[in-house]
DNA sequence: ATAGGGTTAG
């Protein structure tokens, strides 16, 4: 095609090439597969290669397949050679420039860019503004985000949208101000842009994260009164948030309620409940779980699986764990490191640790990579098993591999090296400059201090006690618990009691069923009955009962007791909670 | 004609 003038030729073939790169471009739109990129780059050289060159809007449709390929500075190079090529931009172009830049973290520059459209003399569209809130929200600047969608509404610059209120809700949720996300619900009802599902169902699964069920079921209710029809996401949101409160038969009945209202439960919505039966220990009720799904015709996935396997691992039960696994394979499904993860945790649990270790170095030979709980799990079976040696040396493997230690590798590392009389050695670990951003953490005051006091050295016990304070640290229920431990052990029972009670009074960290049966028991060594006694009434007026230990040491009591004694009478009232 | 957001499972 050698068109030298302007003419009737070069004119149809321009119009001939534009259908025929649209064709092209609608084929990439709906296309999926591996050479989609390159198939969608090879159009666009083609495109910036022809004379005249195609219309701006396919240039538009085209990079715009390419970010929702999630491709984004491949899409900026694009657009930077079609400006070389001068083709120039316009608020479209720029407003997809804009969304790649904030996609890798560059809003700044995104706000660069709106400056650009201001110059060019374009009154930036609410589609360039949306991109701009939502480029704040994720660059987790929230409270900004929010000021620049107030100030479309104050400056009357653009009436916001579905578009622009999902992102501002989206935001306000993911930075925990759910309360201000439902405020913004209740504005949407109110005008004109009415609010759909999936703004409700955003505020109603963060609503369930933050433990505030009751609150997203009612919010649920509303928008049906609404004539908002909820869909499966919705249903999953509630079905997750029942579960994790141990709502499971309500979680249950809400899987019946939805399919009476034509809802279809989905593979997520059964993985749910599946993997919540399993955490509680009742694998066999997600047996049946799993049952039901495949009677609607759903395929158990990967994920499905691995709840199971874990759920049996957890139990102990390794052979119906392996038979899980057997399933899986007979199934052609890929089993990933979260699958071998639960069965390395499944060997270690059995302290059949040779076992772990055979299949931890198994799964590496054939190409998955363990990731940080593949390592704490192994660190911790190799503790357990009594081979410290081995646990720091695959520690410091762990590091050499790339992968940063997390607050529970320092954890299982700290508690490992106590249990195995290397306290010591902890604390050097401890004050180590490579664990110095994790060390924020009670917990591993808690391993240190309990870990000094078994050992004996109670005042260094004490002055990790001191230091928690000085760092700004909290003591949780275990810290008191633990200190409440050593300050018996030295015998400062007066001390001991005091701590019991300035923990609840000063600090409102409730003593709970351990932190009772620890005084109690160490009382009733000392034959301090009465001290004992009293406590023990006001642990089981608080629903506490005593553990094994505990109750075996009152016990003990009754040969030298008379039988209308308080002793008598707390072993009688435990033996009617039991 | 072309741009922007959103919720569910290990």
Redo the contacts with the bound molecule.
């Keep these: 095609m050698k068109c030298t003038r302007i003419g009737l030729c070069c004119y149809s073939t321009a119009s001939a090439s534009t259908s025929h790169f649209n064709q092209r471009i609608l084929h990439l739109k709906n296309a999926s597969g591996a050479t989609k990129l390159n198939d969608a780059l090879q159009l666009f050289d083609e495109m910036l290669l022809r004379q005249p060159p195609p219309?701006?809007?396919q240039f538009?449709?085209l990079i715009?397949v390419i970010?929702k390929m999630k491709h984004y500075s491949t899409a900026l190079s694009l657009f930077r050679q079609m400006r070389l090529m001068g083709i120039p931009s316009?608020?479209?172009?720029m407003?997809?420039s804009i969304?790649c830049h904030c996609r890798l973290n560059q809003v700044t520059y995104g706000f660069a860019l709106l400056a650009t459209i201001f110059k060019q003399g374009h009154p930036p569209?609410?589609?360039?503004y949306?991109?701009l809130i939502?480029g704040l929200v994720l660059a987790d600047r929230v409270f900004e985000a929010v000021e620049l969608f107030k100030k479309l509404l104050r400056d009357k610059l653009c009436d916001p949208?579905?578009?622009?209120?999902?992102?501002v809700i989206?935001g306000l949720c993911k930075v925990g101000h759910t309360s201000k996300a439902l405020e913004l619900l209740t504005f949407m009802e109110s005008g004109s842009c009415k609010p759909?599902?999936?703004?409700y169902?955003?505020v109603i699964?963060s609503l369930c994260k933050d433990r505030m069920v009751d609150d997203a079921l009612e919010l649920f209710t509303h928008m049906t009164e609404k004539g908002v029809l909820a869909?499966?996401?919705?249903y999953?949101?509630l079905v997750?948030g029942l579960c994790n409160f141990g709502r499971e038969t309500e979680a249950a009945k809400m899987l019946i309620d939805m399919e009476e209202v034509g809802v279809s439960p989905?593979?997520?919505?059964f993985?749910?409940l599946v993997?919540s039966f399993c955490k509680q220990g009742s694998v066999k009720e997600a047996e049946l779980a799993v049952q039901a799904m495949v009677r609607r015709g759903l395929h158990p996935?990967?994920?499905?699986y691995?709840?199971l396997i874990?759920g049996y691992c957890l139990r102990g039960e390794i052979e119906e764990a392996e038979n899980v696994i057997d399933r899986v394979m007979e199934q052609d499904i890929v089993p990933?490191i979260?699958?071998y993860n639960s069965l390395i945790n499944g060997y270690c649990k059995k302290k059949r640790i040779d076992e772990a270790r055979h299949l931890f170095q198994e799964i590496q030979d054939e190409g998955l990579i363990p990731d940080v709980i593949t390592y704490n799990t192994m660190l911790k079976g190799l503790f357990e098993s009594g081979n410290p040696a081995a646990a720091r040396e695959l520690f410091n493997k762990m590091q050499a591999k790339g992968l940063t230690p997390d607050i529970c590798t320092y954890r299982i590392l700290l508690h490992g090296m106590c249990k195995n009389s290397q306290c010591s050695d902890a604390l050097a670990l401890f004050r180590s400059p490579e664990s110095k951003e994790l060390v924020e953490d009670v917990g591993l005051y808690n391993i240190l201090i309990d870990g000094y006091s078994k050992c004996g050295k109670h005042d260094l016990a004490m002055d990790l006690f001191d230091e928690l304070h000085v760092k700004g640290l909290k003591p949780n229920v275990r810290t008191y618990t633990v200190m409440i431990s050593v300050l018996c052990q030295q015998g400062l029972f007066g001390k001991a009691k005091d701590l019991l009670r300035k923990m609840e009074e000063k600090n409102g960290c409730l003593p709970d069923s351990v932190t009772y049966n620890v005084i109690v028991q160490q009382f009733l060594k000392q034959k301090a009955f009465q001290e004992a006694e009293i406590l023990l009434e006001e642990m089981i007026s608080r629903g506490f009962t005593t553990d094994s230990t505990t109750f075996e040491m009152l016990l003990n009591q009754i040969p030298s007791t008379r039988q209308d004694s308080p002793t008598q009478t707390i072993i009688q009232k435990l033996i009617n909670i039991k």
């Design positions: 219309n701006i809007t538009t449709q715009s970010v316009d608020p479209y172009t407003t997809i969304n569209s609410l589609a360039t949306t991109t939502h949208d579905q578009f622009t209120y999902g992102t989206n759909c599902v999936q703004h169902s955003t699964d869909n499966v996401i919705t999953s949101s997750q989905s593979v997520v919505t993985n749910i993997n996935n990967i994920i499905t691995n709840a874990d990933n979260i699958t």
